[in-house]
């Protein structure tokens, strides 16, 4: 759809402002958007990649198709053209009254309709799925009710762990535990610059900062002779991602009571799914629903 445009920028929010500029719109419940990519700080600047977004004002859309529709409405490339038939020998054309004949009706499918049909395919085996998770049980009950919270004791013990591993790596950062609804230890550099580098520990989509999480945990179950979890964070990555994906949920469970029709997120981490689940455990009119196989499990908004 010719309404919706294309922004990038350093993270997430910042192609969100200039989206809001652009259009002149005051706030997301104005925007119509779909990320794309979420962008990736690098290693000290280098490899990084900017955060991409369609979006679109909702005033000016109307009765347009939603935003993930549009992003996949790129028109296909011209048909090839036929190949030459020879001079002296032309080919027959058919009267418009001539019956297709059986040969004709055996003639391969053209592309567009097989993809309309692998389109059916796909959202007749999502309903299966989702239809076969639930049977199953409430994943999302379980999801949202996994304890990951840590007594205070295991979070100032993964706390002293935590600073000697980021000091033995070379940084000059502070570790602070956060209490709270969900009690954390993050890591802060101490100025600017160690704050870049800090993001060599969240790595592409946080996999080093689950990494590292991991290996405190498992230093700190040692220690404390049992098995112990506690979060970390760095430079409020996780704190960002919650509050990010929170609003998405919310966007994607206005679009399925709009709809009717079932809303599948992207893939995410046993953490992030249990936030979407959270976030949209008491919105009157929808469910969540987890289905697939890790790492490709993600989350279902689905009409209540």
Do not use: C
Request: glycine letters at 8%; aromatic letters at 2%.
């Amino acid at each position: 759809m010719s309404e919706y445009q294309e922004f990038t920028g350093k993270t997430v929010e910042e192609a969100l402002k200039i989206a809001r500029e652009e259009f002149g719109v005051g706030g997301l419940q104005d925007l119509d958007f779909e990320i794309l990519t979420q962008g990736s700080r690098g290693v000290l600047g280098m490899g990084a990649e900017p955060a991409r977004i369609i979006a679109a004002p909702r005033s000016a859309l109307g009765g347009a198709a939603p935003k993930k529709e549009a992003a996949e409405s790129i028109p296909p490339p011209p048909p090839a053209p036929p190949r030459e038939e020879a001079a002296h020998e032309p080919r027959p054309r058919r009267a418009p009254s001539d019956r297709p004949s059986d040969g004709d009706e055996r003639r391969p499918r053209r592309s567009s309709d097989r993809s309309r049909e692998a389109s059916k395919v796909s959202d007749a085996a999502t309903t299966a799925e989702v239809e076969a998770a639930v049977a199953a049980g409430s994943s999302a009950k379980a999801e949202s009710n996994q304890d990951v919270e840590a007594s205070p004791e295991a979070l100032e013990a993964g706390k002293e762990i935590l600073e000697q591993l980021v000091e033995m790596m070379g940084y000059d950062a502070n570790v602070e535990v956060t209490t709270g609804a969900t009690a954390k230890i993050t890591v802060y550099g101490v100025d600017e610059e160690e704050k870049e580098a800090l993001g060599a520990l969240i790595g592409r989509k946080g996999e080093r900062l689950s990494a590292l999480q991991h290996l405190v945990n498992l230093m700190l179950s040692r220690k404390m002779g049992t098995w112990t979890r506690v979060l970390v964070d760095v430079e409020d990555y996780r704190g960002r991602r919650e509050r990010q994906l929170v609003e998405v949920a919310t966007r994607a469970a206005e679009r399925v009571n709009e709809t009717g029709q079932m809303l599948q997120l992207e893939p995410m981490s046993a953490l992030e799914r249990r936030w979407v689940h959270l976030a949209l455990r008491d919105v009157d009119g929808v469910t969540t629903q987890s289905i697939g196989e890790e790492p490709m499990r993600r989350v279902v908004v689905i009409k209540a």
